[in-house]
């Protein structure tokens, strides 16, 4: 616990107060919105003040509601001056005088007219809802009730004032000094109770306090309290005192969330100390601070807050203390924890609404409808202690606004749900001529006509029954066959009004409900006989009295009463009489005196006597000294009940004789019953259980408690005087039995159907079936099922059907979804419990929706990509999605080009189409069930042709030719300077320490970076001696391609690895090496271009330029569309030329299918060359060779060889691809163009 400061606090903590009361002022004019929701409100009006009312459907609906009604303590408000209904349908109501300016006529008048509690109806599109209640009171301010008292403290004590008074809202109390506020001071505490307490006082603290109470009424001063300090230790009263409690705590009860403050005020000498604690050992909780030194403040008090606080102050230094507890009590306004959901039912099924509430106490719930409260009938029943809200065989009677209201002491709560009532088209209409004929008195024959409309149409009737008189009456329902049009009814009470009623059923659905059929079952004979009281008011009578019997017991009107009588046991010589059904006595005269009679009763309806009662005996008063022995009371009768005998009578004869009564009674046992031996009366006061009880004489009913239910009981009265007692009054009967418990709790509730089978019936319908339950001692009335989608936890989708019949066809559900269905029994007046989970799927149906969400993106020129999701409602598996285009919409679907693809892709590309032009688009989805509907139109163009790919044979043919010729003339001039270079014939292979003066010419081809850590090179192109260059075919890979110089950068279909050939300057080892990609195993048939890139002997320097010339001649004239193989080769030729009068390597750069621009190579480089260049031998060479190459179709103007690593199109499996390496220019290390595959 922390300290708070008293003197900051306290005022906001008072309006802090008053706010969670709801009582706070309101402004001069401010609007109050009523609606199912928390309540009640509170306002409170000032002088001057005004208030609008505004009526809300709430958060049930939506809008305004249509039309407005008020009611005002319940009854229809009245308007007044200061009630005015708006245009609106608000409510405004105003208080215009201030409290001093109203006369003793007008206050009163005008308080009446104003306060009161107000609610307000609200009409909507769906139904009418009833707000919650606003109470509205002026506001006032009474005068105070406790004044503050003068107080006589000691220095560095604690004085305490208090005042009391009473107002509307609640008034914030202040206090001043010498009429002067008190400055906020942490020794000063205001308490919102209206108590000061002042801190180790001081001198200056002497002065006259009085108390300030402030309202929007009014504001009132208390009377003045002097406050005189002494000095310490100068007041004998104080002096050595123990441990004193000066203000205790207080037993509190608050609303949640409004503020509390425990009070705890010791005295003693030294000062005590003062703590707090529960009583219940619970550590008190951490947002509860001490105010000042010794109070408790709670500022927003919850139910975890309640308890028993218990405040101990202890003497220092010694074991003295006191102690003082107090109760702490949290009440919880009620919370709607499960508010009920808006529900949408066709005609003839069921809707249950759910509501849970929360608060303390425990909040009790009721429900209205079309805010008026509900009455439960057969068909609408509150179960679960009215949290649960069942109605039965809906009609459009049964739509509009449910409210669930939980109420407690601490307020109430609201939550509304409409209920919709769903009418199908080509339902039958109601059967008509409904009539209901009595048989018996337990039976009756109902008959009805086929309904006008749709007859044809029906598959079975339900007929429905009921008491027509009382409350909560049970309905029960049969099942009729379409076949006939009558039913008899058994079973029914007799002397009992019953209602009837019939729907018709069709596939579609059921009709609306028939006129009622109103039937008075017949009389029976009664179950029971009237209980006798029998007394001789003479010695030669005996008066004969009996109650009537109850319509439970009567069946039917008791139209007339038979009383039999005979002396003794003379059962042959039996007399009888009869008496109308109006009377409840009889006098049987001429008996002899001092004889034992018996006597017995039957009631008698139109359809007979009854059972009579058991023979009962009586003895008539003896003839002689009548003038002292009193007669018997008269009119004896005796009401039973459960555990009571009400005794009531009359004075006999003569009743100054008397002194007074006595009654006796006992429990006749099962063995008595029939003896009828001993003589009434006749028995000793020891023979009686209980008794005599002297009762005075004016003393005329007596009530006998503490029996036992359903027992047989005697009863006998005598009147006594001063000499004996007088002749007995003798009634004998049982008491009531106690009331059965209800069926469910003596026999316990149905059980749940038995083999309960789910069978798709089709896409929208499935057939549930179940049996009686097994073992059961309930009739079984009907059945109620609940379905919903499988594993739904949203109560406003699960769908509730009665059936009558152990079968029911479910429509209108979803194709191709699971769906869990459950099956309750209902019995006489009780319900079982759900079973067991069904599961069943509907069968797939077409796709009522096409594929969501299309994007059309182009590729080329002639390619186009689709990008697509599943239709939102597939109804099935699609197993095809159906693609169909064209570039004229307009046409017929089947001219459009169509194209499928698998159910699990969901994008595709299409090839073949034309650049620049507009295509239109759609999808569809099939399920096996059938195609469904196709998209909306979607529109695309495909992208341009480049200037690339508009190049034509010719442009191509003249592009090569002119290259092809200037590098003619550039190899001759190599070749001449090659000549002259005596060093470079004396080498086996070409090198690269040629002089100066003799320019080299070489070539370096790097397909790929070899396996050895050394690069494998293709020296040069010209060799002077042939037979010196050896080139292992293991070494090469399977296929290469020969680029032209115009020859294009083909792409890897997998790895795009790039190839280049370049004419550089050597430096490094001879390219004996493999300078394949593809490293070949052993046992792998070597590569035929191997040879193609050796030179015979003799072609010399013609090479390259055969190669050349033949690949831009060979297949001239045709475009060149990007190869689609796998692992293409890239070519990069280099050449460079190297003088001696230049320590340059100036390169020049001729791509394949990209031309990039050519650096022109310096004037000097370009000397002329000699001699002629025989390409004749060199061709053929070169063709024969090439014949081994792969040419691919359609392809480029090239012959391309596959060099195919680990895929299907190498010749060899187990190939594998290595790295391509690129020698960046003036550095003579390898690097590595693609990474290294693992």
Same mark, same amino acid.
């Given at each position: 616990?922390?300290?708070?400061?008293?003197?900051?606090?306290?005022?906001?903590?008072?309006?802090?107060?008053?706010?969670?009361?709801?009582?706070?002022?309101?402004?001069?004019?401010?609007?109050?919105?009523?609606?199912?929701?928390?309540?009640?409100?509170?306002?409170?009006?000032?002088?001057?003040?005004?208030?609008?009312?505004?009526?809300?459907?709430?958060?049930?609906?939506?809008?305004?509601?249509?039309?407005?009604?008020?009611?005002?303590?319940?009854?229809?408000?009245?308007?007044?001056?200061?009630?005015?209904?708006?245009?609106?349908?608000?409510?405004?109501?105003?208080?215009?005088?201030?409290?001093?300016?109203?006369?003793?006529?007008?206050?009163?008048?005008?308080?009446?007219?104003?306060?009161?509690?107000?609610?307000?109806?609200?009409?909507?599109?769906?139904?009418?809802?009833?707000?919650?209640?606003?109470?509205?009171?002026?506001?006032?301010?009474?005068?105070?009730?406790?004044?503050?008292?003068?107080?006589?403290?000691?220095?560095?004590?604690?004085?305490?004032?208090?005042?009391?008074?009473?107002?509307?809202?609640?008034?914030?109390?202040?206090?001043?000094?010498?009429?002067?506020?008190?400055?906020?001071?942490?020794?000063?505490?205001?308490?919102?109770?209206?108590?000061?307490?002042?801190?180790?006082?001081?001198?200056?603290?002497?002065?006259?306090?009085?108390?300030?109470?402030?309202?929007? !009424?009014? #504001?009132?001063?208390?009377?003045? %309290? /002097? =406050? *005189?300090?002494?000095? &310490?230790?100068?007041?004998?009263?104080?002096? @050595?005192?123990?441990?004193?409690?000066?203000?205790?705590?207080?037993?509190?009860?608050?609303?949640?969330?409004?503020?509390?403050?425990?009070?705890?005020?010791?005295?003693?000498?030294?000062?005590?100390?003062?703590?707090?604690?529960?009583?219940?050992?619970?550590?008190?909780?951490?947002?509860?601070?001490?105010?000042?030194?010794?109070?408790?403040?709670?500022?927003?008090?919850?139910?975890?807050?309640?308890?028993?606080?218990?405040?101990?102050?202890?003497?220092?230094?010694?074991?003295?203390?006191?102690?003082?507890?107090?109760?702490?009590?949290?009440?919880?306004?009620?919370?709607?924890?499960?508010?009920?959901?808006?529900?949408?039912?066709?005609?003839?099924?069921?809707?249950?609404?759910?509501?849970?509430?929360?608060?303390?106490?425990?909040? !009790?719930? #009721?429900?209205?409808?079309?805010? %008026? /409260? =509900? *009455?439960?009938?057969? &068909?609408?029943?509150?179960?679960?202690?009215? @949290?649960?809200?069942?109605?039965?065989?809906?009609?459009?009677?049964?739509?509009?606004?449910?409210?669930?209201?939980?109420?407690?002491?601490?307020?109430?709560?609201?939550?509304?749900?409409?209920?919709?009532?769903?009418?199908?088209?080509?339902?039958?209409?109601?059967?008509?001529?409904?009539?209901?004929?009595?048989?018996?008195?337990?039976?009756?024959?109902?008959?009805?006509?086929?309904?006008?409309?749709?007859?044809?149409?029906?598959?079975?009737?339900?007929?429905?029954?009921?008491?027509?008189?009382?409350?909560?009456?049970?309905?029960?329902?049969?099942?009729?066959?379409?076949?006939?049009?009558?039913?008899?009814?058994?079973?029914?009470?007799?002397?009992?009004?019953?209602?009837?009623?019939?729907?018709?059923?069709?596939?579609?659905?059921?009709?609306?409900?028939?006129?009622?059929?109103?039937?008075?079952?017949?009389?029976?004979?009664?179950?029971?006989?009237?209980?006798?009281?029998?007394?001789?008011?003479?010695?030669?009578?005996?008066?004969?009295?009996?109650?009537?019997?109850?319509?439970?017991?009567?069946?039917?009107?008791?139209?007339?009463?038979?009383?039999?009588?005979?002396?003794?046991?003379?059962?042959?010589?039996?007399?009888?009489?009869?008496?109308?059904?109006?009377?409840?006595?009889?006098?049987?005269?001429?008996?002899?005196?001092?004889?034992?009679?018996?006597?017995?009763?039957?009631?008698?309806?139109?359809?007979?006597?009854?059972?009579?009662?058991?023979?009962?005996?009586?003895?008539?008063?003896?003839?002689?000294?009548?003038?002292?022995?009193?007669?018997?009371?008269?009119?004896?009768?005796?009401?039973?009940?459960?555990?009571?005998?009400?005794?009531?009578?009359?004075?006999?004869?003569?009743?100054?004789?008397?002194?007074?009564?006595?009654?006796?009674?006992?429990?006749?046992?099962?063995?008595?019953?029939?003896?009828?031996?001993?003589?009434?009366?006749?028995?000793?006061?020891?023979?009686?259980?209980?008794?005599?009880?002297?009762?005075?004489?004016?003393?005329?009913?007596?009530?006998?408690?503490?029996?036992?239910?359903?027992?047989?009981?005697?009863?006998?009265?005598?009147?006594?005087?001063?000499?004996?007692?007088?002749?007995?009054?003798?009634?004998?009967?049982?008491?009531?039995?106690?009331?059965?418990?209800?069926?469910?709790?003596?026999?316990?509730?149905?059980?749940?159907?038995?083999?309960?089978?789910?069978?798709?019936?089709?896409?929208?319908?499935?057939?549930?079936?179940?049996?009686?339950?097994?073992?059961?001692?309930?009739?079984?009335?009907?059945?109620?099922?609940?379905?919903?989608?499988?594993?739904?936890?949203?109560?406003?989708?699960?769908?509730?059907?009665?059936?009558?019949?152990?079968?029911?066809?479910?429509?209108?559900?979803?194709?191709?979804?699971?769906?869990?269905?459950?099956?309750?029994?209902?019995?006489?007046?009780?319900?079982?419990?759900?079973?067991?989970?069904?599961?069943?799927?509907?069968?797939?149906?077409?796709?009522?929706?096409?594929?969501?969400?299309?994007?059309?993106?182009?590729?080329?020129?002639?390619?186009?990509?689709?990008?697509?999701?599943?239709?939102?409602?597939?109804?099935?598996?699609?197993?095809?999605?159906?693609?169909?285009?064209?570039?004229?919409?307009?046409?017929?679907?089947?001219?459009?080009?169509?194209?499928?693809?698998?159910?699990?892709?969901?994008?595709?590309?299409?090839?073949?189409?034309?650049?620049?032009?507009?295509?239109?688009?759609?999808?569809?989805?099939?399920?096996?069930?059938?195609?469904?509907?196709?998209?909306?139109?979607?529109?695309?163009?495909?992208?341009?042709?480049?200037?690339?790919?508009?190049?034509?044979?010719?442009?191509?043919?003249?592009?090569?030719?002119?290259?092809?010729?200037?590098?003619?003339?550039?190899?001759?001039?190599?070749?001449?300077?090659?000549?002259?270079?005596?060093?470079?014939?004396?080498?086996?292979?070409?090198?690269?320490?040629?002089?100066?003066?003799?320019?080299?010419?070489?070539?370096?081809?790097?397909?790929?970076?070899?396996?050895?850590?050394?690069?494998?090179?293709?020296?040069?192109?010209?060799?002077?001696?042939?037979?010196?260059?050896?080139?292992?075919?293991?070494?090469?890979?399977?296929?290469?391609?020969?680029?032209?110089?115009?020859?294009?950068?083909?792409?890897?279909?997998?790895?795009?690895?790039?190839?280049?050939?370049?004419?550089?300057?050597?430096?490094?080892?001879?390219?004996?090496?493999?300078?394949?990609?593809?490293?070949?195993?052993?046992?792998?048939?070597?590569?035929?271009?191997?040879?193609?890139?050796?030179?015979?002997?003799?072609?010399?320097?013609?090479?390259?330029?055969?190669?050349?010339?033949?690949?831009?001649?060979?297949?001239?004239?045709?475009?060149?569309?990007?190869?689609?193989?796998?692992?293409?080769?890239?070519?990069?030729?280099?050449?460079?030329?190297?003088?001696?009068?230049?320590?340059?390597?100036?390169?020049?750069?001729?791509?394949?299918?990209?031309?990039?621009?050519?650096?022109?190579?310096?004037?000097?480089?370009?000397?002329?060359?000699?001699?002629?260049?025989?390409?004749?031998?060199?061709?053929?060479?070169?063709?024969?060779?090439?014949?081994?190459?792969?040419?691919?179709?359609?392809?480029?103007?090239?012959?391309?060889?596959?060099?195919?690593?680990?895929?299907?199109?190498?010749?060899?499996?187990?190939?594998?691809?290595?790295?391509?390496?690129?020698?960046?220019?003036?550095?003579?290390?390898?690097?590595?163009?693609?990474?290294?595959?693992?």
């Amino acid at each position: 616990m922390a300290r708070g400061d008293a003197g900051r606090r306290l005022l906001a903590l008072s309006f802090c107060l008053l706010a969670t009361r709801g009582e706070l002022p309101l402004p001069q004019k401010t609007t109050v919105e009523l609606s199912c929701d928390i309540g009640p409100l509170q306002v409170i009006l000032g002088p001057k003040q005004a208030v609008v009312l505004d009526c809300s459907l709430g958060a049930a609906a939506t809008g305004p509601p249509s039309r407005v009604t008020w009611n005002k303590d319940g009854d229809v408000m009245l308007e007044h001056d200061h009630l005015h209904l708006l245009p609106n349908g608000s409510l405004w109501l105003s208080s215009r005088l201030e409290p001093e300016d109203r006369n003793d006529e007008e206050a009163p008048r005008s308080q009446k007219v104003i306060e009161g509690s107000y609610s307000c109806l609200a009409h909507g599109p769906l139904g009418v809802v009833a707000s919650q209640v606003a109470v509205v009171k002026l506001a006032t301010l009474a005068h105070f009730s406790l004044h503050p008292e003068p107080q006589t403290v000691e220095e560095n004590g604690t004085a305490r004032f208090e005042c009391h008074i009473e107002g509307l809202p609640a008034p914030i109390i202040t206090w001043e000094k010498d009429q002067v506020t008190l400055p906020e001071e942490p020794r000063l505490i205001t308490l919102p109770n209206g108590v000061l307490q002042i801190l180790d006082v001081q001198d200056g603290d002497t002065g006259s306090y009085r108390c300030v109470a402030t309202n929007s !009424a009014h #504001r009132r001063f208390s009377s003045e %309290a /002097p =406050l *005189r300090v002494a000095l &310490r230790g100068s007041l004998v009263a104080t002096r @050595g005192q123990d441990v004193v409690i000066v203000a205790a705590p207080e037993n509190t009860t608050v609303v949640s969330g409004q503020s509390v403050v425990m009070e705890c005020v010791a005295s003693a000498d030294p000062t005590p100390f003062v703590s707090w604690v529960r009583q219940d050992g619970k550590p008190i909780s951490t947002d509860v601070i001490v105010l000042g030194r010794t109070n408790l403040l709670i500022a927003s008090a919850q139910p975890w807050h309640s308890g028993i606080y218990v405040c101990r102050a202890n003497k220092p230094r010694t074991r003295d203390f006191a102690t003082a507890a107090a109760e702490l009590r949290v009440l919880a306004a009620p919370a709607i924890s499960q508010a009920p959901e808006a529900l949408s039912r066709t005609r003839a099924s069921t809707a249950r609404f759910v509501c849970r509430a929360s608060g303390e106490p425990r909040p !009790a719930l #009721r429900w209205l409808h079309n805010g %008026a /409260p =509900l *009455r439960p009938n057969g &068909r609408v029943k509150v179960q679960g202690g009215g @949290g649960s809200l069942v109605i039965t065989q809906i009609g459009l009677q049964d739509a509009g606004f449910y409210q669930c209201v939980a109420e407690n002491s601490a307020g109430t709560a609201c939550a509304a749900a409409p209920l919709s009532v769903v009418v199908r088209e080509g339902l039958p209409s109601a059967p008509t001529r409904v009539t209901a004929t009595p048989l018996s008195s337990s039976a009756v024959l109902v008959a009805w006509e086929r309904p006008e409309l749709h007859s044809e149409q029906i598959i079975g009737f339900s007929l429905h029954y009921q008491k027509a008189r009382g409350v909560d009456n049970v309905e029960y329902q049969f099942a009729v066959n379409n076949d006939t049009t009558e039913l008899q009814v058994r079973d029914l009470e007799p002397n009992t009004d019953y209602e009837f009623y019939v729907v018709a059923y069709s596939q579609l659905g059921a009709s609306r409900t028939s006129s009622p059929a109103l039937v008075h079952t017949l009389d029976d004979v009664p179950s029971a006989a009237p209980q006798l009281a029998l007394s001789s008011p003479n010695p030669s009578d005996i008066r004969v009295a009996w109650l009537p019997l109850p319509p439970s017991l009567s069946n039917g009107q008791v139209v007339k009463y038979k009383i039999e009588f005979s002396l003794g046991r003379e059962e042959d010589q039996v007399f009888s009489t009869e008496v109308p059904g109006n009377e409840t006595q009889l006098t049987l005269n001429l008996l002899q005196p001092n004889k034992v009679y018996q006597v017995r009763i039957s009631a008698g309806t139109g359809a007979g006597y009854g059972t009579p009662s058991q023979w009962m005996q009586h003895r008539t008063p003896g003839a002689h000294n009548q003038s002292h022995v009193p007669f018997a009371p008269a009119e004896l009768k005796v009401r039973a009940k459960t555990e009571s005998l009400v005794v009531s009578w009359q004075p006999p004869p003569h009743p100054t004789q008397i002194s007074g009564y006595k009654l006796y009674w006992r429990e006749v046992g099962a063995e008595e019953e029939a003896d009828i031996d001993r003589p009434p009366g006749g028995r000793g006061d020891q023979a009686w259980d209980v008794g005599p009880v002297r009762l005075k004489k004016k003393v005329k009913q007596y009530e006998l408690t503490q029996l036992v239910p359903g027992r047989l009981y005697e009863v006998k009265l005598v009147a006594f005087n001063k000499h004996e007692d007088g002749y007995a009054a003798v009634w004998k009967g049982k008491t009531e039995k106690a009331p059965t418990p209800d069926l469910p709790i003596q026999r316990g509730p149905p059980l749940p159907p038995a083999h309960v089978h789910a069978e798709s019936n089709s896409s929208t319908s499935i057939w549930l079936r179940w049996k009686k339950p097994d073992f059961t001692t309930v009739k079984i009335v009907n059945y109620t099922v609940r379905f919903g989608p499988w594993g739904l936890r949203n109560a406003s989708l699960v769908t509730y059907y009665t059936s009558s019949g152990e079968d029911i066809l479910i429509g209108g559900l979803k194709p191709f979804t699971k769906y869990e269905f459950a099956v309750q029994s209902h019995g006489v007046d009780m319900d079982g419990p759900f079973g067991s989970v069904v599961e069943r799927s509907t069968l797939p149906d077409r796709p009522s929706t096409p594929p969501s969400d299309l994007r059309l993106s182009p590729l080329t020129p002639s390619t186009v990509r689709l990008h697509w999701c599943p239709p939102t409602e597939p109804n099935g598996e699609i197993v095809e999605y159906l693609i169909l285009y064209s570039d004229n919409h307009t046409q017929p679907e089947h001219q459009w080009t169509l194209l499928t693809t698998e159910g699990n892709i969901f994008s595709a590309e299409v090839h073949g189409l034309e650049s620049d032009t507009r295509y239109f688009f759609k999808m569809g989805a099939r399920t096996e069930v059938g195609p469904g509907p196709f998209s909306h139109l979607q529109d695309v163009i495909t992208l341009q042709e480049t200037l690339s790919d508009s190049l034509d044979v010719h442009s191509v043919t003249g592009i090569i030719v002119g290259v092809c010729l200037g590098l003619l003339c550039l190899l001759a001039c190599m070749c001449a300077g090659l000549r002259r270079s005596p060093h470079r014939e004396s080498l086996p292979g070409l090198s690269s320490t040629a002089t100066s003066g003799n320019p080299a010419l070489y070539s370096r081809a790097r397909l790929g970076p070899p396996s050895l850590p050394a690069a494998h090179e293709l020296e040069s192109l010209v060799h002077p001696h042939p037979q010196d260059w050896s080139l292992s075919p293991s070494d090469v890979e399977d296929k290469a391609e020969v680029h032209s110089l115009m020859g294009g950068s083909v792409s890897d279909c997998r790895g795009h690895s790039k190839r280049k050939i370049s004419w550089a300057q050597p430096s490094g080892p001879s390219w004996a090496g493999s300078w394949a990609s593809c490293e070949l195993p052993q046992g792998c048939s070597r590569p035929a271009l191997t040879h193609a890139l050796l030179p015979p002997a003799g072609t010399g320097q013609t090479l390259l330029l055969q190669a050349l010339v033949y690949d831009a001649i060979k297949e001239n004239g045709r475009k060149k569309p990007p190869p689609a193989c796998r692992n293409q080769v890239e070519a990069e030729v280099i050449v460079h030329s190297n003088f001696g009068a230049s320590k340059g390597s100036p390169d020049l750069h001729l791509q394949g299918l990209e031309p990039e621009p050519e650096e022109p190579l310096p004037a000097e480089t370009l000397a002329p060359t000699s001699g002629v260049v025989d390409m004749s031998q060199g061709g053929d060479w070169l063709g024969r060779e090439l014949e081994g190459c792969e040419q691919e179709s359609p392809g480029p103007d090239r012959l391309t060889c596959l060099p195919e690593a680990a895929s299907a199109s190498c010749p060899c499996p187990n190939l594998q691809p290595s790295k391509a390496l690129e020698e960046a220019p003036g550095n003579s290390q390898p690097k590595a163009l693609c990474p290294q595959s693992s």
